[in-house]
């Protein structure tokens, strides 16, 4: 069997919703489990609703408009989803009544995008002649903790899922099971965190053994760099799970890997496919190291913050690196990128994060400068560090566009080369280095003279 995960914007609205059983019927032979996300932008109107409600009554009929206007548009009964509409409404007149919003209400309130996605999914299956069953992802074992917003997975779900899931759907049925959403041990509905389908469908695909885990989404695969900054990125046939992780920071927001875990953990392959483009062959994610070694992707973030610490007297002395990462933590702002000689450290942090303070603290045993409008340029593929010329190819690419480069880690992990840069200077950056490691094909593929 196959799990096959469908995002916000691939049940979107009733077009895309068509195309997803179509999508399930060309993979019927293969016995799909179907997750789905709520409908794209559903989630944040359920959080927006439930914020206000806090503040004084509330209408909730921008959503109930949107929800009615799908289902007439698949022709499907107007009070399919009449119990969650109404469940919805009772909630916010209490989270009104209480003037208070809790996670663990918040946690219900999110979980009606999910409840409502597989009923109308599974209906629209079912009118289009592949019989499907909407299925509560809680109740065929998925159990978390009570983090609510972010919850733990327990382990005995995967065995519950195994157990639970074949018997809740006839032989002949699609289940089509909620993304998302979870129960903790007292029955109350937690969330997985945002973005969280991906998981859920890691986590059956996990459960059940299946052959190949699908996530449908609105983008041809993981690409070599973002196709914004390099019209001429293409799409990767496929992909480490490694690789894949760097590359989630920089924003690659295909995937969340952390959420792949599960089923990288019992040597699943992933799929990333686009719905609007079904034939197109997609990214495949592979646990273990890429077939091949070089340079596989580039990926580049901006919003970076240099912080210089030097310290002459205490640079060499035990206990500094301590006191250094301990003025960080201590303000919660998070390092990426770090470099050290013998009397000074660079490091780099997001620029939205609270720096003055950190700085302050450091002051009162180092000088420190900060140094705003920085991006950082990150190089992805397996075995990299192996690759004996890849850095000099980097450097010298950089200097013929006159870049300067500020910061570099090599080595921290096998797969990942970072710089950091100007921000001005990103993408003629990114492009630059694109057109080195991947010249265009044509030229690339013409016979030479
Ligand atoms: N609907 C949830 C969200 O918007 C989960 C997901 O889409 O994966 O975060
Ligand atoms: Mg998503």
Same mark, same amino acid.
């Given at each position: 069997?196959?799990?096959?995960?469908?995002?916000?914007?691939?049940?979107?609205?009733?077009?895309?919703?068509?195309?997803?059983?179509?999508?399930?019927?060309?993979?019927?032979?293969?016995?799909?489990?179907?997750?789905?996300?709520?409908?794209?932008?559903?989630?944040?109107?359920?959080?927006?609703?439930?914020?206000?409600?806090?503040?004084?009554?509330?209408?909730?009929?921008?959503?109930?408009?949107?929800?009615?206007?799908?289902?007439?548009?698949?022709?499907?009964?107007?009070?399919?989803?009449?119990?969650?509409?109404?469940?919805?409404?009772?909630?916010?007149?209490?989270?009104?009544?209480?003037?208070?919003?809790?996670?663990?209400?918040?946690?219900?309130?999110?979980?009606?995008?999910?409840?409502?996605?597989?009923?109308?999914?599974?209906?629209?299956?079912?009118?289009?002649?592949?019989?499907?069953?909407?299925?509560?992802?809680?109740?065929?074992?998925?159990?978390?903790?009570?983090?609510?917003?972010?919850?733990?997975?327990?382990?005995?779900?995967?065995?519950?899922?195994?157990?639970?899931?074949?018997?809740?759907?006839?032989?002949?049925?699609?289940?089509?099971?909620?993304?998302?959403?979870?129960?903790?041990?007292?029955?109350?509905?937690?969330?997985?965190?945002?973005?969280?389908?991906?998981?859920?469908?890691?986590?059956?695909?996990?459960?059940?053994?299946?052959?190949?885990?699908?996530?449908?989404?609105?983008?041809?695969?993981?690409?070599?760099?973002?196709?914004?900054?390099?019209?001429?990125?293409?799409?990767?046939?496929?992909?480490?799970?490694?690789?894949?992780?760097?590359?989630?920071?920089?924003?690659?927001?295909?995937?969340?890997?952390?959420?792949?875990?599960?089923?990288?953990?019992?040597?699943?392959?992933?799929?990333?496919?686009?719905?609007?483009?079904?034939?197109?062959?997609?990214?495949?994610?592979?646990?273990?190291?890429?077939?091949?070694?070089?340079?596989?992707?580039?990926?580049?973030?901006?919003?970076?913050?240099?912080?210089?610490?030097?310290?002459?007297?205490?640079?060499?002395?035990?206990?500094?690196?301590?006191?250094?990462?301990?003025?960080?933590?201590?303000?919660?702002?998070?390092?990426?990128?770090?470099?050290? $000689?013998? @009397?000074? %450290? *660079? /490091?780099?942090? +997001?620029?939205?994060?609270?720096?003055? =303070? #950190?700085? !302050?603290?450091?002051? &009162?045993?180092?000088?420190?400068?900060?140094?705003?409008?920085?991006?950082?340029?990150?190089?992805?593929?397996?075995?990299?560090?192996?690759?004996?010329?890849?850095?000099?190819?980097?450097?010298?690419?950089?200097?013929?566009?006159?870049?300067?480069?500020?910061?570099?880690?090599?080595?921290? $992990?096998? @797969?990942? %080369? *970072? /710089?950091?840069? +100007?921000?001005?200077?990103?993408?003629? =950056? #990114?492009? !630059?280095?694109?057109? &080195?490691?991947?010249?265009?094909?044509?030229?690339?593929?013409?016979?030479?003279?």
């Amino acid at each position: 069997m196959i799990v096959m995960k469908f995002g916000g914007t691939s049940v979107g609205d009733a077009e895309r919703i068509r195309q997803v059983a179509r999508i399930v019927h060309s993979r019927l032979s293969r016995r799909p489990v179907v997750v789905v996300s709520a409908q794209g932008g559903v989630t944040n109107a359920l959080i927006d609703l439930a914020e206000s409600a806090v503040r004084g009554p509330v209408r909730d009929t921008a959503l109930r408009r949107r929800l009615s206007g799908l289902l007439a548009d698949l022709a499907l009964p107007p009070d399919l989803l009449s119990s969650e509409i109404d469940e919805l409404g009772s909630l916010l007149e209490g989270i009104r009544l209480v003037g208070d919003l809790t996670p663990r209400s918040l946690d219900r309130m999110m979980s009606f995008g999910e409840r409502c996605s597989v009923r109308i999914v599974a209906a629209t299956l079912t009118a289009s002649g592949i019989p499907a069953r909407p299925v509560a992802s809680y109740d065929v074992g998925l159990l978390t903790d009570s983090t609510y917003g972010h919850a733990e997975v327990q382990r005995e779900s995967y065995a519950a899922i195994a157990r639970r899931l074949p018997a809740m759907a006839a032989d002949d049925e699609v289940p089509v099971v909620t993304g998302f959403v979870a129960r903790d041990r007292e029955g109350f509905l937690t969330t997985l965190g945002r973005g969280g389908s991906d998981y859920s469908a890691a986590i059956f695909g996990a459960a059940l053994g299946a052959d190949e885990i699908e996530i449908w989404t609105d983008v041809d695969g993981v690409m070599s760099a973002d196709p914004r900054i390099v019209p001429a990125a293409r799409t990767l046939e496929r992909m480490s799970f490694d690789e894949a992780a760097e590359l989630a920071y920089y924003g690659a927001k295909v995937i969340h890997p952390a959420t792949i875990h599960p089923a990288v953990r019992a040597s699943i392959p992933i799929r990333v496919l686009n719905t609007c483009r079904p034939d197109a062959r997609g990214t495949q994610i592979l646990g273990g190291e890429g077939a091949s070694k070089g340079v596989r992707a580039i990926a580049s973030k901006g919003g970076i913050t240099l912080v210089h610490v030097a310290s002459l007297r205490m640079l060499l002395q035990h206990g500094f690196m301590a006191r250094l990462f301990a003025a960080f933590e201590r303000h919660r702002v998070v390092i990426d990128m770090i470099s050290t $000689s013998e @009397v000074s %450290v *660079s /490091l780099t942090t +997001d620029s939205g994060t609270p720096l003055d =303070a #950190v700085a !302050a603290d450091l002051r &009162e045993f180092a000088e420190v400068s900060v140094d705003r409008g920085k991006a950082i340029l990150c190089l992805v593929g397996e075995g990299l560090r192996d690759v004996p010329d890849v850095l000099e190819r980097v450097f010298a690419t950089l200097r013929r566009s006159d870049i300067a480069v500020h910061v570099v880690s090599v080595g921290a $992990s096998r @797969v990942n %080369v *970072s /710089l950091l840069v +100007d921000a001005a200077q990103e993408a003629a =950056a #990114v492009r !630059a280095l694109h057109d &080195e490691f991947f010249p265009a094909r044509e030229a690339a593929e013409a016979p030479r003279r």
